[in-house]
């Protein structure tokens, strides 16, 4: 069985440009979170989905953030115009039910210049 | 909302034993996680407590005391690959369950 995958796994941009990322959760799954490590500091979570709506988002930065999960299986994170401070690991991970642990993605990395 | 405090670093020694605390504070609770975080790779899974008690798992144990929103990981015949950051994270027991992560803890493990 796959596990939760994410695209891309790095991203170089300028400040103002728009990134979309990516995550494709275990399939059945239907909880999805987000989450961003920005070096040094914890897992902060973003988000998080309950098949196609947005169950909590109270981790969102501000509005320049984007999520979505269209049908409810993939999801898209779209960071629109990025700034230096957004910079750092996005993980995505899912979770079947209410219980059971949560499956990580590989993490996409985001840079920006 | 939710508090999560773990120490920032450790260092032990190969082949010893080390414990891990974390500490929280929670508005809702339902279990805790911990987390073992390979520098550039994902969080995998280790353990997740939601009752009293001490589970353990090959090297690694896990304890759990709600009423003193306390918990620790000890691992056991350390080994050089455990040199990771390891994640405390509480789950929530409000509607659609949220997971909070600590800071992390950086192991080090020397010869």
């Known amino acids: 069985e796959a596990g939760v995958t994410q695209f891309p796994s790095h991203s170089v941009i300028e400040k103002g440009q728009t990134v979309t990322l990516r995550c494709d959760p275990i399939?059945?799954?239907?909880?999805l979170y987000w989450y961003r490590r920005v070096m040094g500091k914890e897992i902060k979570f973003l988000l998080h989905?309950?098949?196609?709506?947005?169950?909590?988002e109270s981790g969102m930065p501000n509005n320049r953030f984007l999520a979505e999960r269209t049908g409810g299986t993939y999801s898209t994170l779209k960071v629109q115009p990025a700034e230096l401070e957004d910079s750092g690991v996005y993980f995505c991970?899912?979770?079947?039910?209410?219980?059971?642990?949560?499956?990580f993605g590989e993490g996409s990395r985001l840079t920006v210049l | 909302g939710q508090n999560i405090d773990q120490p920032t670093e450790m260092t032990a020694t190969e082949g010893a034993i080390v414990q891990i605390n974390c500490t929280y504070q929670?508005?809702?609770?339902?279990?805790l996680f911990w987390y073992q975080q390979h520098a550039g790779e994902a969080p995998t899974f280790l353990s997740y407590?939601?009752?009293?008690g001490l589970e353990e798992k090959g090297r690694f144990s896990s304890f759990l005391s709600r009423s003193k929103g306390y918990s620790y990981l000890l691992l056991k015949e350390l080994q050089m690959k455990d040199s990771a950051s390891y994640l405390c994270?509480?789950?929530?027991?409000?509607?659609?369950?949220?997971?909070?992560f600590g800071t992390g803890t950086k192991l080090q493990v020397i010869p």
């Open positions: 399939s059945g799954h239907d909880n």
């Open positions: 929670t508005s809702g609770f339902n279990g």
């Open positions: 994270a509480t789950l929530n027991s409000g509607g659609y369950q949220k997971v909070t």
């Open positions: 989905f309950v098949k196609e709506s947005k169950q909590d």
């Open positions: 407590n939601v009752l009293d």
């Open positions: 991970a899912s979770r079947q039910g209410n219980t059971g642990e949560l499956f």
